[in-house]
């Protein structure tokens, strides 16, 4: 009687082993940006906002919404009027947002424009030439491109705007790859840098954003 009750509790935790180890379902972000709210609600707080094309841990659906796992491990909810089951292929400004992260570190000199060596509207003006898209080569150029998008607003790929004299005539830019974040040649002593716009000196000196794609 013992060996055959041992055996019976070793199949239950074989299946729970199967059980655990099953595939995970994943969603994938199919706009521009999403915002990942605390509840399933609109009026809810906001956790992150990210791009077109990000895949999704889904650990349940309920009522119109997916309670998801980010690749950060944080947790949330989105809306399923945002999302599709198949991946999604990422969007210009997506995938111009993931090319710029790959030149942090590399040098600042002005009047350069890569690959080795930036200055800040070199930068974008490279990263963007690679995805098909001609930007002017001066920052203040650049600030008349495309449309103009709010701060509010901001999805990964879009140019956002500084004056670095406080008189809010355009002489620097970057580019948002999101979270409140985005990607400059900055100095030559910090070289391609990502920093975030809520710091206060770039809360300061922000002038706009514009979406060239």
Known sequence: MKKKKFSFL????????????????????NCDALNVRVSPNTSCGVVSTLPGGT???VIYADNGWY????????????????????????SVG?????T?????????????????????????????RQHG???PRSSGSQG?????????????????????????????????????KFVHAATSRRGVVMDNLTSSYYVNHYVTARRVV
Request: proline share 2%; charged share 10%; glycine share 10%.
């Open 144 to 180: 008349s491109s495309g449309v103009y998008v709010a701060k509010t607003n901001l999805a990964a790929g879009d140019l956002v705007f500084f004056s670095n004299r406080g008189d809010r005539k355009i002489n620097h830019v970057g580019i948002y790859v999101g979270d409140n």
């Open 55 to 57: 895949g999704l841990e």
């Open 10 to 29: 070793i199949g239950i935790i074989c299946i729970l082993t199967l059980t655990v180890n099953a595939a995970a379902e994943y969603v994938y972000v």
């Open 94 to 98: 997506v995938q111009a947002a993931q």
């Open 67 to 90: 309670n998801i796992r980010m690749a950060n491990g944080v947790t949330g909810f989105v809306s399923a009027n945002y999302v599709s089951t198949a991946p999604v292929a990422a």
């Open 133 to 135: 898209v001609s930007l």
């Open 100 to 128: 710029v992260q790959k030149y942090i570190g590399h040098s600042y000199s002005y009047g350069a424009s890569g690959p080795n060596s930036f200055d800040c509207s070199g930068l974008t003006s490279y990263v963007y």
